[in-house]
Antibody, heavy 118, light 111 residues
Framework: QVQLVQSGAEVKKPGASVKVSCKTS????????IHWVRQAPGQGLDWMGI????????TYAHNFKGRITMTWDSSTTTVFMELSSLKFEDTAVYYC???????????WGQGTLVTVSS | QSVLTQPPSVSGAPGQKVTISCTGG?????????VNWYQQVPGRAPQVLIS???NRPSGVPDRFSGSKSGSSASLAITGLQAEDEAEYYC???????????FGGGTKVTVL
């Protein structure tokens, strides 16, 4: 079955970087895009960007450009999302999700809580 | 401020029908891009409820339905059940932003 398993919770100081992993399994890795979506405490869903495992192409949301990098390791079918220059307001649960450019995200990771605290 | 606008909350008694609106603009829903709906219960990841405007994935009860007209979309829940208490989000593609946009979410309360 399709699974997306994310790395564990992180606590970071302001100005630091965090790298969240999303290990995929149960399907052909290059056949589907991976989206990253975050959710601040008590808030709604915020789309961060999309990664194409077939070639490594990315599109980042305007709000995160310059601070976000999505990469992958095809040997382990894992996608990574790194966010730099962290601010207190980056405290959120970060989700990876399998979907398409227009097709919905049908499978989601369990979420990774990133806490930015001094 | 979300690109897609949803009411913060709707409520209804068990068995009733509730409708959640999702209003966009000419660069997203109005441009013909499809709308997807997600259900999220506290502490869990969202799950797709309606895809491509009005399609229910396997396993989603038929009391959930989606529609779209112009720059707006709607999610209807008929025969409301206690287990339908959750947050609901609409999502589409925006050509100006070259990516996904979400509504701010609607909390459904079963009275």
């Amino acid at each position: 079955q399709v699974q997306l398993v994310q790395s564990g919770a992180e606590v970071k100081k302001p100005g630091a970087s965090v790298k969240v992993s999303c290990k995929t399994s149960g399907y052909s890795f290059t056949d589907y895009y991976i989206h990253w979506v975050r959710q601040a405490p008590g808030q709604g869903l915020d789309w961060m960007g999309i990664f194409n495992p077939s070639g490594g192409g990315t599109t980042y949301a305007h709000n995160f450009k310059g601070r976000i990098t999505m990469t992958w390791d095809s040997s382990t079918t894992t996608v990574f999302m790194e966010l730099s220059s962290l601010k207190f307001e980056d405290t959120a649960v970060y989700y990876c999700a399998r979907g398409g450019t227009y097709a919905p995200a049908t499978h989601w990771g369990q979420g990774t809580l990133v806490t930015v605290s001094s | 401020q979300s690109v897609l606008t949803q009411p913060p909350s709707v409520s209804g008694a068990p068995g009733q029908k509730v409708t959640i609106s999702c209003t966009g603009g000419t660069s997203n829903i109005g441009a013909g891009y499809e709308v997807n709906w997600y259900q999220q219960v506290p502490g869990r990841a969202p799950q797709v409820l309606i895809s491509r405007d009005n399609n229910r994935p396997s396993g989603v009860p038929d009391r959930f339905s989606g529609s779209k007209s112009g720059s707006s979309a709607s999610l209807a829940i008929t025969g409301l059940q206690a287990e339908d208490e959750a947050e609901y989000y609409c999502q589409s593609y925006d050509t100006s932003l070259s990516g996904w946009v979400f509504g701010g979410g609607t909390k459904v309360t079963v009275l």
